[in-house]
């Protein structure tokens, strides 16, 4: 499994130590980063998967990943309905 990730790390909302151990335990476990990238657009052809545009946040440069499934998530906002 790859991540994208658009900033320089995962969790920058976390203390840097504790986000780079946090990385380190998920790169044990098998996943694979890809920081300061940003997915440009995409194409779903169900049986034959996703193809996802990417470019390069520091550089510009495009890059290209194919996968079966793709997760996608923007941000994060708190809930405090009812609080």
């Known amino acids: 499994?790859?991540?994208?990730?658009?900033?320089?790390?995962?969790c920058p909302f976390l203390d840097v130590e504790v986000g780079k151990a946090f990385s380190n335990l998920l790169k044990k476990?098998?996943?694979k980063f890809l920081f300061n990238t940003k997915v440009k657009n995409?194409?779903?052809?169900k049986e034959k998967?996703?193809?996802?545009?990417?470019?390069?946040?520091?550089?510009?440069a495009p890059s290209k990943i194919e996968t079966d499934v793709a997760l996608i998530s923007i941000g994060r906002h708190a809930f405090t309905g009812g609080l």
């Open 49 to 60: 998967g996703v193809l996802i545009n990417l470019e390069d946040t520091v550089t510009g």
């Open 1 to 10: 499994m790859t991540v994208i990730q658009h900033t320089d790390r995962i």
């Open 29 to 31: 476990q098998g996943l």
């Open 42 to 45: 995409g194409v779903n052809s």
